[in-house]
Antibody, heavy 118, light 111 residues
Framework: QVQLQESGPGLVKPSQTLSLTCTVS??????????WSWIRQPAGKGLEWIGR???????NYNPSLKSRVTISVDTSKNQFSLRLSSVTAADTAVYYC??????????WGQGTLVTVSS | QSVLTQPPSVSGAPGQRVTISCTGS?????????VHWYQQLPGTAPKLLIY???NRPSGVPDRFSGSKSGTSASLAITGLQAEDEADYYC???????????FGGGTKLTVL
């Protein structure tokens, strides 16, 4: 049973870079034909796909965030990471990492709240 | 404005049947891409409920079913239970955006 766990600062100042890591357990991040994704959800709002990475390093990003997003993977640590630059209050949200395959997200982390505030 | 359109809310009494619609376009659902559904209980992460239009992961009760036709899809819940009260999201792929896209979510209230 794959498990994912997000970690990182819960508070980020405006204009700075948000950095989160997702640790995958219960299986190798390199096994299978899967992508590893980030999704976010502002309080009281819907889900927004941020982007995904394959273990080869190939990435796809939401066009609305593409200029500010970088997703990377560290297969030796079974982790993948999110960096979102130039954050504003609009980036305040619960950030989820998830495993993606077959077109859908079958395993999700519990989510971590990131607040952008000075 | 979400790429996939869902009603903001639906409701039903225990034991009843409710449906939640998800309307897309020719670049996502209408292009033949699969529709997937997630259930999000209050304060928790979304959970995969239906994948590939109508398939249930192991452990999901057969009270939940999905269907797709043209540019729309639907989630049906029969024998409504209090524990079904949650937010439900549809998801697909959009070829013009080259992105996974979600519906805005539907809040199900069990009366």
């Amino acid at each position: 049973q794959v498990q994912l766990q997000e970690s990182g600062p819960g508070l980020v100042k405006p204009s700075q870079t948000l950095s989160l890591t997702c640790t995958v357990s219960g299986g190798s991040i390199s096994s299978g034909n899967y992508y590893w994704s980030w999704i976010r959800q502002p309080a009281g709002k819907g889900l927004e796909w941020i982007g995904r990475i394959y273990t080869s390093g190939s990435t796809n990003y939401n066009p609305s965030l593409k200029s500010r997003v970088t997703i990377s993977v560290d297969t030796s640590k079974n982790q993948f990471s999110l960096r979102l630059s130039s954050v504003t209050a609009a980036d305040t949200a619960v950030y989820y990492c998830a495993k993606f395959g077959g077109g859908y997200f079958d395993y999700w982390g519990q989510g971590t709240l990131v607040t952008v505030s000075s | 404005q979400s790429v996939l359109t869902q009603p903001p809310s639906v409701s039903g009494a225990p034991g009843q049947r409710v449906t939640i619609s998800c309307t897309g376009s020719s670049s996502n659902i209408g292009a033949g891409y699969g529709v997937h559904w997630y259930q999000q209980l209050p304060g928790t992460a979304p959970k995969l409920l239906i994948y590939g239009n109508s398939n249930r992961p192991s452990g999901v009760p057969d009270r939940f079913s999905g269907s797709k036709s043209g540019t729309s899809a639907s989630l049906a819940i029969t024998g409504l239970q209090a524990e079904d009260e949650a937010d439900y999201y549809c998801q697909s792929y959009d070829s013009s955006l080259n992105a996974s896209v979600f519906g805005g979510g539907t809040k199900l209230t069990v009366l």
